[in-house]
């Protein structure tokens, strides 16, 4: 599956964002979709993942309560509501697709080429 997100942008303390994840190849419906940022100078975090029906949805303790992560199998997308973002939520937002419920990046074999949110404070 090709994987193609955006979204991303310049935004305050505060403010609310939505990434989309667009996917196309194999069928979308049956993997995993997991959403993943890297920091400058730090290692790429698990952000939370959604398996296939939407009924397992996962988050990292960082951003749960502010996050929610949904798809359209429909429309072969995947997105990341963002909300009450602060500076530390500053990264480059990566959708990666796995055939298994993972938090680990190695479990992930497509990736998406990632877009910048930047919170300023």
């Known amino acids: 599956v090709q994987l193609q997100a955006s979204g991303g942008g310049l935004v305050r303390t505060g403010d609310s964002l939505r990434l989309s994840c667009a996917a196309s190849?194999?069928?979308?419906?049956?993997?995993?979709m997991g959403w993943f940022r890297q920091a400058p100078g730090k290692e790429r975090e698990f952000v939370g993942g959604?398996?296939?029906?939407?009924?397992?949805?996962y988050y990292a303790d960082s951003v749960k309560g502010r996050f929610t992560i949904s798809r359209d199998n429909a429309k072969n997308t995947v997105y990341l509501q963002m909300d009450s973002l602060e500076p530390e939520d500053t990264a480059v937002y990566y959708c990666?697709?796995?055939?298994?419920?993972?938090?680990?990046?190695?479990?992930?074999?497509?990736w998406g080429q990632g877009t910048l949110v930047t919170v300023s404070s």
């Open positions: 190849g194999r069928t979308f419906s049956s993997d995993y």
């Open positions: 990666a697709a796995s055939k298994f419920i993972s938090k680990s990046a190695g479990a992930y074999d497509r």
């Open positions: 959604i398996w296939r029906t939407g009924v397992y949805i």
